[in-house]
């Protein structure tokens, strides 16, 4: 059974800004291949939109992390903070 995730119903309206602002990019991707575009300006233009996508999964991963996993009001024995961290780090470096 799917259960909805606190976090990203609690930031909302900032992720649908930033799912909003992707599709600008892939829509701008799509205009520069409709109109022939050259390699260089189409690479540039995915990269832009890959950059954004990803930068969108590394907040919510960050995010599921800090509030299901390791929340230490309702997981005492949660992984310190120092350790999130680090954890944190490796995941944005994945994602780059």
């Known amino acids: 059974m799917w259960r909805a995730m606190s976090h990203t119903i609690r930031h909302k309206q900032k ?3 930033r799912v ?3 599709r600008g990019q892939v829509e701008a991707v799509e205009r520069a291949l ?3 575009a050259g390699c260089d300006a189409v690479m540039h233009l995915i990269a832009g939109a890959r950059g954004a996508m990803t ?5 919510v991963v960050e995010d599921h992390v800090r509030t299901h996993l390791v929340d230490a ?3 005492p024995d949660a992984l310190n903070g120092e350790a ?7 995941v944005r470096t994945y994602l780059k």
């Open 73 to 75: 009001e309702r997981h």
């Open 15 to 17: 992720l649908l800004a």
């Open 34 to 36: 409709e109109s022939e």
């Open 84 to 90: 999130v961290d680090q954890l944190l780090d490796i």
């Open 55 to 59: 930068g969108l999964m590394a907040e």
């Open 20 to 22: 909003r602002r992707i």
